[in-house]
Every structure is written in C-alpha cells, then in structure tokens.
C-alpha cells in the first residue's frame, strides 16, 4: 500500500468511524463484533487493517490474555486505536502492512474489511502471506462487503470513488475475496449477513 493511501486513511482517522456509521449503518460494527466469542480460547491474533481500535475493548472482554498484533497503514489510526486499551492489554501496534509483520503462529486473524482493498490479482499473494503467519487449524475473521444486488453494486460504486477521491484507493470495484479465500484452502464454519446483505461476516478455518 502507498504512502499516499497512509496520508489518506490518516486525515480520515478522526471521523472515520461517524462516516462508516452513518453511510452504512449501525451493521458495521454489529458484523464485526459477531464471531469475536469465537477468539475465548485463542492465545495470538494478528489484526490487519484495524482502523481505529473500536472493536478492541470487546475483544479485550471476552478473552482478556489474548495476545494481539494490530497492523494499519495509517499512524493516525494507529494513534486512536492506543487509547482504547489498558496497560494490561498485551498488544503491539505496528504502522505498516502485512510486510511489517515479522510474527508467526499466529492461531487467529482478523480482517476486517480490508480484503476489499485489493485487486482480484493481489489478493492470491496477499492472503499466502497471511497464510504463512498462521497455524494450522487457526481461525480467521472477515468481515467484508457483498455484491449480489443492484443496490449493493450502487453502494460499492459510490464507496470507491469516494476512497478513490479522498485517500487515493487505486482499487475500483469489489475483489472475489470469499472466492479467493476458498481457493487458498480456507473451510468455511459460519456466516451472517447484516445491512440488507451488503455486509457478511465469516468465519474460516485454515
């Protein structure tokens, strides 16, 4: 990811959260939050793409030992996330992307809407890398939008170009990302669809 989309998401950073809500609804965080009591018995997760850290205090809740490495482009974000946390919490923050990541044995990943910044043809070595962090059997978490509808087409469309216009996404439509994960060997346990279907979240074991 560019340096360019890094300065986009990070001048975002203070109102990204209001805007995801009010664009797509309160199905945002509700489909992010669904299999998170999935991770009770998991030891370390590898987050990528996190955003601001909302979701982190209920990670936290639900299994309070859970060691986590929390990747995000943006320093900004990065910044937001750290203030949602104690000093108990046993996280590192790391301002890069997946290259950054320099662990292994990871048993859980979580990817919230973050596949769809790929292409189609970067998703294939993208999710190898990801891949190549985790254990066997280790569960991974996406959350991620669907385009199965005239609405949802409408939707997407007007989401790129806005990311396009204010962080320099070069991404212009939605990849197969279910599809590509199912190739790469990912099984399927459980999904649940929120906001009139646009939104789906999976959980995969790989």
């Given amino acids: 990811m560019s340096k360019t989309l890094a300065w986009g998401f990070d001048r975002l950073a203070p109102f990204y959260d209001s805007l995801a809500r009010l664009f797509i609804g309160k199905g945002i965080k509700q489909s992010q939050r669904q299999f998170l009591p999935k991770l009770h018995n998991k030891k370390k997760l590898l987050i990528l793409g996190g955003g601001t850290g909302w979701i982190l205090p209920p990670l936290f809740e639900i299994n309070s030992s859970l060691e986590v490495h929390y990747i995000d482009v943006s320093e900004n974000m990065i910044a937001r ?5 104690s000093s108990a919490n046993n996280i590192q923050f790391i301002v890069g992307t997946i290259n950054s990541c320099k662990e292994y044995g990871f048993d859980c990943v979580i ?5 769809d910044l790929f292409e189609d043809a970067e998703l294939d070595p993208v999710i190898f890398q990801i891949k190549q962090r985790l254990l066997p059997d280790a569960l991974w978490l996406v959350t991620d939008f669907v385009n199965q509808t005239r609405w949802h087409a409408w939707m997407l469309k007007v989401m790129y170009i806005f990311f396009r216009i204010s962080t320099g996404l070069k991404t212009t439509c939605l990849p197969a990302w279910n599809s590509a994960l199912i190739r790469a060997g990912a099984i399927k346990e459980n999904e649940k669809y929120f906001n009139r279907g646009f939104i789906q979240a999976v959980i995969f074991k790989v």
């Fill in 81 to 85: 996330a750290k203030r949602k946390i």
């Fill in 111 to 115: 990817t919230n809407f973050f596949l």
